[in-house]
């Protein structure tokens, strides 16, 4: 469990991190927090010729207020969000879900831009960016461009960048009025990856049938999973109990094609869909 | 004696360098020159070898040496078989034991095929993917029962069958038995596979010094003089040349007792070829497929029984999984067939087993070796019948038990000793009684369990029993010297892992020398300084080793009193000793240092009378006449929830019989550490092999460990029923805490969810394996 041997530059701006991404092509992978990627390399997964090393790029680490909303610079700590009075007003569903991210060991290592550019499909960030419509800013030596979080996500570990891009930024708009939000996840033991997850925002309208929803799975798919026809069937409804059902029934039945693995099977993991759904649901429901 | 140390909660005198990271462990052994080593190992779990190809490998800068098999030339030799087989009647055996480096075939995903020496890990395991193996797949043996069907491929080619051993015992008539009984039941029991997982893997550092023709060997071995004494043999060398360390181990649990691993030949051979020191450090993936592991098995069991609950019989037929090679010999399903019996008298027992040779990782003890499966299986057979005689599961236990006049009490059959299943003492009935005061089990059923239900809780209890048997044989030896400078060293030939040695044997010694426990030098697992001994496993350190430091130690004792009776002239009794001194009783005044006497015991000058020996010293062995055997209960209330199926434990309770305690401290960790294995062993860890004997969760990603929020605190209690078998009336505690935990779990469970009828009948659970045994049970109601 030794990785094979690479080349380590720690460049110290974003300009000189592109110039050898580019140099490198598809040869070089930034290090972030290094907790997915390193393991990869130990168990040689990952073999790259070059580590790009982030984590001397100052500029990368804020938090910021914008009139829209917040923005993560992409090497932000998960721990940092997680204790972001900034986050827990603007993005209170990512505040809220940030424990269920690993242990708080990993957290205080593990960004928020190495997590949504990883593109796990058990992980919780990508996620709720769909839920909460965030948009990534990816630069690469050549230009800059913005991406909606929904097409961030193109398959399994799979992203819409390119080898020389970097993601940069994550920008979460702030929640439209009368929206509720919520977060649930089943893991086996607290800090593992869940074997499914839901993230839910709910808006209503004055006469308090559901205006918009987001119901948002992962460790259902190839990637998170949006749960596109029981949006539609919940919308214009009144959230009731049991117009909730229906849609967490929905989802589980007809959004979701789970596959089984050694933790869960395809019917437990659609059943944790419908049980997730219906909390996750209720309670946003019940927020908004 | 004025201060006690025997059965003292004394803090571990080991813990403060342990802690602090200033204890010696094989992976901080950094020699002068040392070459580091890899392994190559198979993908697969059955294969042909064509060829190995590893000119490219031995290119790479920085590789020194690679080995196959061929190289070995006669120095490859199947590993030694550990235990034979017991002297039963019925048995059929065949001597299967893992090789070095695997020649023609391999015969279990990981099997070593080659070795890597070089300048670093690092380039040893870029090496690894130089080497090509061109295999030729087979079809695997995975499955138990597919594995002895006519037709199934075999791991030994020169073997009819997949067929390890098969032994049959018997006590009594178990058919007349049957056919008296009111009810018989029978049932069909799965135990899965899993490991140890010891927080370090193993290791071994090997140094061969040409000029004092010497070698050294640090090993994370459970029992380094026999492994001092096979590796003098297989390389030609006295056993003076050889020094054999088993330095502090991060967990033993008994995978660290596998006599030979491959590792532990080749690492040795390596330094003789090499001259220089090699090391090798096992990693956590290396670990999943190259430690050895525990636990398939699968019962068809039956009870008989009368109206009133009285067990009349019992029959179990079981299929063992031995993976690829069986260097153990039969200990764990012996274990399995000989503690099913528990802690109850039944008079009828016929049991049977085949141990089968899989394409699996090599199965050998591992922290209760066999004896969760009994327990499981009687436990839920009591429950099931039980529940078919509506007879509270606790009463049919009671009605059930041994009684204390009855010991000792024959089982008539043979264990894993070799001596018959005597249980030597015990008093089981206040055990229970405790259990189920600390649970509150009455209060429970009665008022909580309604009331919490009615609120729409799953919430189950569960109370079982079991016995163990501890501190076999054959002996283990120690030597206590007081030294010059008045404090005492205790040496004795067994290693340590963990288990707090340097605090219960210096609390042995010290009660009988009377110096303060922190003043007792401890030293274990060093064959240079012991040369006589078997290891540690079995719950036999503080049985076996801890009556030959308490014997050695009153000899010495005895010397004192007599040297320091001649100084005061006075008579031995009305000597005391007290703080590392003797004086006359009552007298300070009088005190002479231990120093002082040890000192004058070993003069430089003058005659001394013959037939004496130099200082203050003594070595002795201790050897039971067979096992103490250990009893306890467990409880707990736990919790599903009914929607995700995931569990919590609310309240765990045990109380425990291991005789006289030593270190009521140590005894509770022993207990919590073995309860946590337990919980991961019902609950949490499986190891998942597919039908081609791949192992599919060969990480700590996916082979879940129960961690310290997943682990109640656990209310504990002792009976003490001394043990006749030895002096200091001990028996061993080391594998109790781990042993009933899946049939308690079973129990809760059904509890439960007593309403849709579950009757769980296979360990390890999971949140999904319970949800689709409450979904196959709400179908049948
Ligand atoms: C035991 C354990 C449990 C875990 N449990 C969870 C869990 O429950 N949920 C969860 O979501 N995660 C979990 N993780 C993963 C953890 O959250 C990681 O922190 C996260 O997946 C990756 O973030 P990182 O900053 O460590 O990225 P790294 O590991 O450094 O990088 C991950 C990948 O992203 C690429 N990358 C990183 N930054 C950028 C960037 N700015 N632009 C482009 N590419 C980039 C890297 O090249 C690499 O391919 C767990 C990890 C461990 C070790």
Known sequence: MKPASFAYFAPHIVEEALALLAEHGGDAKPLAGGQSLVPTMNFRLAQPAALVDLNGIDELFYIREDKNGLRFGAMTRQRTVERSPLAQRHTPLLYEAMPHIAHAQIRNRGTIGGSLAHADPAAELPALAIALDARMRVRSATGSRWIAARDFYVGLFATDMRPDELLVEVAFPDLPPRTGWAFDEVARQHGNYALCGAAATVTLADDGAVERMRLIFLSVGEGPVEAAQAQTLLTGEQPTPMAIRAAAETAAAQDIDPVGDIHAGPAFRRHLAQVLAARVLTRAARKG | ?781
């Open chain 2, 1 to 781: 004696m004025s201060t006690r140390y025997f059965g003292q909660p004394i803090k571990r005198n080991e813990d403060p360098r342990l802690l602090t990271g200033r204890a010696l462990f094989t992976d901080d052994v950094q020699l002068a020159g040392m070459l580091h080593v890899a392994f190559a190992r198979s993908d697969l779990a059955h294969a042909r070898i064509r060829t190995i190809d590893v000119a490219s490998a031995k290119e790479r800068p920085g590789v020194v040496a690679i080995y196959i098999a061929k190289d070995l030339g006669d120095f490859w030799q199947p590993g030694p078989l550990l235990v034979p087989p017991p002297p039963v009647e019925q048995l059929e055996f065949h001597q299967r034991t893992q090789v070095p480096l695997t020649k023609d075939k391999v015969r279990h995903a990981g099997e070593a095929v080659a070795m890597i020496v070089a300048e670093s890990r690092y380039v040893a395991e870029d090496a690894l993917d130089d080497i090509f193996v061109e295999y030729e797949p087979l079809d695997a043996v995975v499955d138990l029962e597919a594995a002895l069907k006519d037709d199934a491929p075999l791991v030994h080619d020169d073997l009819e069958r997949n067929i390890s051993a098969r032994v049959a015992q018997t006590k009594g008539d178990w058919t007349q038995a049957a056919s008296e009984a009111d009810l018989v039941i029978s049932r069909r029991f799965h135990y899965d596979r899993g490991t140890a997982a010891a927080l370090e893997n193993r290791g071994i550092v090997a140094s061969w010094d040409a000029k004092t023709q010497h070698l050294t060997v640090w090993d994370t071995t459970q029992a380094p003089i026999a492994i001092r004494n096979g590796l003098a043999a297989m390389l030609g060398l006295s056993e003076r040349q050889v020094r054999v360390i088993a330095p502090f181990i991060g967990g033993g649990f008994g995978p660290k007792i596998m006599m030979f691993y491959p590792e532990e030949v080749l690492l040795a051979w390596a330094t003789l070829q090499l001259g220089r020191p090699v090391k090798w450090i096992e990693d956590r993936e290396e670990n999943f497929y190259a430690t050895t592991q525990e636990r398939v098995q699968v019962h068809d069991a039956a009870i008989a029984l009368r109206r009133d609950g009285t067990i009349l019989g019992v029959k179990d037929i079981f299929l063992h999984d031995s993976g690829a090679y069986a260097p153990y010999g039969l200990t764990v399903p012996i274990n399995s067939q000989c503690t099913l019996l528990g802690p109850y008298i039944v008079p009828n027992y016929y049991s049977e087993f085949t141990s089968v040779f899989t394409n699996k990782p090599i199965v050998t003890p591992y922290r209760g070796a066999g004896r969760q499966h009994g327990v499981f299986v009687m436990e839920r057979l009591l429950d099931i019948a039980a529940r078919e005689l509506a007879i509270d599961r606790v009463e049919i236990r009671r009605r059930n038990f041994i009684r204390p006049e009855q010991f000792p009490y024959n089982n008539e059959i043979i264990y894993q000793d070799f001596a018959p299943l005597v249980y030597d003492s015990g008093n089981y009935e206040p055990a229970l009684e405790r259990a189920l005061e600390l649970i509150g089990y009455e209060r429970f059923i009665r008022e909580e369990q309604p009331q919490r239900e009615a609120e729409g809780e799953r919430v189950g209890i569960a109370v079982v029993n079991y016995i163990e048997g501890t501190g076999i044989g054959p002996y283990e030896g120690a030597r206590v010297t007081v030294e010059a400078s008045g404090k005492v060293s205790v040496v004795t030939g067994i290693g340590t892992q963990g288990q707090g040695h340097y605090t219960s044997f210096a609390q042995v010694a010290a009660e009988q020398l009377g110096v303060p426990v922190s003043d007792v030098h401890i030293v274990t697992g060093d064959t240079d300084l012991f040369y006589w001994g078997a290891g540690t496993f079995a719950s036999r350190g503080a049985v076996v080793a801890g009556n030959a430091v308490h014997a050695a130690a009153a000899n010495v004792r005895a010397k004192i009193l007599k040297l320091a009776g001649e100084k005061l002239e006075v008579a031995e009794e009305d000597l005391e000793l007290i703080e590392g001194r003797a004086q006359v009783k009552g007298a300070p005044e009088t005190a002479i240092p231990f120093g002082q006497l040890a000192a004058e015991a070993n003069p430089l000058r003058g005659a001394v009378k013959p037939g004496t020996e130099p200082g203050l010293e003594s070595t002795e062995y201790f050897g039971p006449e067979r096992g103490a055997t250990a009893s306890g209960v467990h409880a707990m209330i736990l919790t599903v929830d009914p929607e995700t199926f995931l569990v919590e434990i609310e309240k765990y309770v045990v109380v425990h019989d291991c005789g006289k305690v030593i270190n009521p401290l140590i005894l509770e960790g022993q207990i919590q550490g073995g309860v946590a294995q337990g919980i991961g062993n019902a609950f949490y860890e499986q190891l998942h092999f597919n039908e081609n004997g791949a192992l599919l969760n060969a990480s700590l990603m996916d082979y879940l460990l129960p961690t310290a929020m997943d682990v109640p605190d656990i209310l504990s209690d002792h009976i003490e029923t001394p043990s006749p078998l030895n002096p200091l009336g001990v028996k061993g505690a080391g594998e109790a805490g781990a042993i009933p935990v899946g049939a308690l779990f079973a129990q809760a469970l059904d509890n439960a969810f007593r309403d849709i009828g579950l009757e769980t009948r296979e360990i390890p659970l999971s949140p999904n394996r319970l949800f689709e045994l409450v979904m196959e049970a709400k179908k049948a109601v």
